[in-house]
């Protein structure tokens, strides 16, 4: 930064420090921190010994740039539960100093890799039943998708199939709908004892649930073909019930189907026509692929030499080698559909090529560390707020990232700029007068005004204000939340016209989001295949949608990675962002407007770090979030490391982004570092140990217990008492 304090450079952005305020950018910090050193001291409880100097002790300068200033400890409301005697000490920096130089990346010239996403062709030109072609067209649904006419016939053959088509082409109306006609056709018909006819395995809860309202949905064309489904979290003993009552269709996740045929008498494998391993690649990501044989060899033994009478089909947005693999050992002699191909060959299966949605549009931000949160923060206003645009879906690396985010989100941004709506009875009666419709006299209003201006004037002086509803509704979606929350969280987002959704990868596969407009990756994906199903939840079937992921500007090289996989992306510029947040904070605040961008960020950030110290809830979501952060990037798999560098994280920076004062230490991000890599080694050494053993068993040193007796006492034989013997020689 310059040292004349007229302008200076952050992050490679020129900030015009002599605007704002009166008093420069130097008198606006100090105005700022003086405020919040009286609200950490209320006038009742402010030390008698307090000076002038020390108030302005946590003011930040131009001439303290990149400098973190390390504060004795203070009482505060946020102090009250912590141990007496602990030594606590507060970091208090500016958002604008001593953040990297955000780096220049030119556009790249690479061609979007898209596939057409709807034919020419109606599903009236299938040789589909009429039922279900009229149901069809009931739900809204003419046109196919190119992926449904080049896959459907094949299914309707009866030859195996492998798909392979990007996320939203209408892939589950793919296998739904040959299935259902099949078991329409059927002669005698279907009953409910006929028992497990079609198979459906998918990676998610979620995502079962989806797959099921679909054939709840194209069923009532045939209604006596029963579909059902089976999923963690429910009542096992309510899922044994309606196997015993008979389902032909079952739809499931691996873990659960297991169970069940380990478990339950009442689930047979014998009748299975139609075996269907959906999202085929995201079920080996989560480590399914053991699950996968286990529910094809039970399908071998419970119906020997039916494997040429019985169809699979297997679905995937991507092709890698362990879904080839999977394939090997499911499919026999497939039919390949590769939209994103002309011709589907074998040299095409093994392209980098990574296709996305034509309407889909990428973006980049690159945003220092400090400036995350508030950068966030004025994305969702700008996008959310107001407006047709105002769903999205926000994925975080942890759990634990996704509860601080909402609760801090919903408490902080919910009603961010809200206008007043409800009218206070003083208005009410300030508007009747300006319109003649009363005199402006004593007497003039009723008995209910004036005992709902004593309420009013009740609720000023404790402090309330009326509330109202919320202008963005902030929600949560992760596996450890209970199957009753994710499925009301699930059915909420999905009805709801707007709200922000904070997920992690459980909602990046399969989900069909209605009028999702932005996906916004806050933590990026481990690989381009990850990003891929993340921003498949926008644009799905031909609607418009956009991408956005946040990168630190040590991250840069992860566009160069996307952008290898034919992934073209545009920068947002962050500055533009920031302005956004030149709205009040609260509506019921006489404060003005925020004059510059860095103003209003430093007020947002204040007011964050402000509520963590008065709120230990907060504060301890706050540090978890924090801690699991640091785990998950030091987790990043070797190939991406050199982008996502664990040795060259700011751990202070990121500290400030979740809007905590406390040093890394005291946070415990190197212990928690330091305990993976202990647990590490330690996992080295047991292997280690364990392949010695080994080799000199096969050496045969064997160990003594190898070779002991059973009713040996394991006890070495005891040396003879050479002095004992002696004692006795001398007393002869």
Not at 285 to 291: A, V
Not at 544 to 569: D, N
């Amino acid at each position: 930064m310059s040292g004349d304090g007229g302008q200076g450079t952050a992050g490679g952005i020129v900030l015009n420090l002599s605007r704002g305020p009166a008093g420069g950018r130097q008198s606006y910090f100090q105005s700022h921190h003086k405020r919040e050193a009286e609200d950490a001291f209320p006038p009742k409880k402010r030390p008698k010994t307090a000076h002038a100097p020390e108030a302005k002790q946590d003011a930040v300068t131009p001439a303290d740039a990149g400098r973190e200033t390390d504060h004795s400890p203070k009482p505060s409301a946020g102090n009250e539960g912590d141990a007496p005697n602990e030594e606590k000490k507060e970091i208090v920096t500016s958002l604008f100093t001593g953040n990297p130089a955000i780096p220049f990346i030119p556009k790249s010239d690479v061609t979007k890799l898209s596939e057409k996403v709807f034919s020419e062709e109606s599903f009236s030109s299938l040789d589909l039943a009429p039922q279900i072609v009229s149901n069809l067209e009931k739900l809204g649904f003419t046109s196919m998708t190119s992926v449904q006419q080049q896959a459907i016939p094949s299914i309707l053959g009866g030859k195996d199939t492998l798909v392979k088509s990007q996320t939203g082409s209408g892939k589950t109306l793919t296998y739904a709908l040959p299935i259902l006609h099949s078991l329409m056709m059927q002669v005698p018909r279907v009953q409910r004892s006929d028992g497990v006819l079609a198979l459906v395995v998918v990676p998610t809860r979620e995502l079962a649930l989806q797959s099921y309202q679909w054939f709840e949905k194209l069923h009532k064309s045939c209604v006596w073909v029963v579909p059902g489904y089976l999923i963690g979290g429910e009542k096992k003993k309510a899922e044994k019930a309606r196997l015993r009552r008979g389902i032909n269709i079952l739809v499931g996740t691996p873990g659960r189907l297991i169970d069940h045929l380990h478990s339950t008498r009442s689930l047979s494998l014998a009748s299975v026509r139609f075996l269907v391993i959906d999202e085929a690649d995201r079920l080996l990501d989560m480590g399914y692929e053991r699950s996968i044989t286990s529910i094809i060899e039970t399908l071998h033994e419970q119906q020997p030499g039916a494997i040429s009478s019985r169809q699979t089909i297997m679905l995937s947005a991507t092709l890698s080698a362990g879904v080839e693999k999977l394939a090997g050992m499911s499919l026999v002699e497939p039919k390949v559909v590769d939209v994103s191909c002309e011709d589907s060959t074998e040299s095409q299966l093994t392209s980098e090529a990574l296709a996305t949605p034509a309407n889909l549009s990428h973006h980049y931000l690159l945003v220092p560390a400090k400036l995350r949160l508030v950068t966030l923060a004025a994305f969702i206003l700008s996008k959310c707020k107001c407006g047709d645009e105002r769903k999205m879906i926000i994925f975080f690396a942890t759990q634990d990232m996704v509860d601080y985010h909402t609760a801090l989100f919903s408490k902080v941004l919910s009603r961010y700029g809200q206008e007043v709506k409800s009218k206070t009875s003083l208005l009410r009666r300030a508007e009747k007068v300006l319109a003649g419709e009363e005199d402006d006299g004593e007497g003039s209003h009723d008995e209910e005004d004036v005992e709902e201006e004593e309420e009013e004037e009740e609720e000023l002086e404790q402090g309330k204000s009326r509330e109202r509803p919320d202008v963005i509704l902030f929600q949560k979606l992760h596996g450890s939340m209970t199957q009753q929350d994710r499925s009301a969280v699930f059915k909420s987002f999905k009805d709801a016209a707007a709200g922000v959704l904070m997920c992690t990868d459980v909602a990046s596969r399969g989900l069909d989001m209605p009028k999702v407009r932005w996906i916004v990756q806050f933590s990026a994906a481990c690989t381009a295949a990850d990003y891929v199903h993340r921003v498949g939840r926008t644009a799905r079937v031909n609607a418009l949608g956009s991408a956005l992921v946040f990168l630190a500007p040590a991250e840069a090289p992860y566009i160069q990675m996307l952008e290898s996989h034919k992934i073209t992306l545009k920068e947002i510029n962050m500055q533009g962002v920031l302005r956004n947040l030149m709205l009040p904070l609260d509506p019921n605040s006489r404060k003005p407007v925020a004059n510059t961008m860095e103003e209003a960020a430093t007020k947002l950030q204040l007011q964050i770090e402000k509520l963590l110290l008065s709120d230990s809830g907060f504060r301890d979501l706050a540090r978890k979030a924090y801690v699991s952060f640091v785990r998950s990037y030091a987790s990043y798999p070797k190939e991406v490391r050199e982008m996502f560098n664990f040795k060259a994280l700011h751990l202070g920076h990121y500290a400030k982004s979740m809007g905590l004062r406390d040093s890394p230490a005291a946070l415990g991000a190197g212990a928690a570092f330091r305990a993976k890599k202990e647990m590490k080694e330690r996992r080295e050494k047991k292997e280690k140990k364990r392949k010695i053993q080994v080799m000199n068993q096969r050496c045969g040193n064997l160990p003594k217990t190898a070779s002991m007796s059973e009713f040996d006492s394991g006890l070495d034989s005891m040396p003879k008492n050479k002095t004992k013997t002696k004692t006795k020689k001398k007393i002869k």
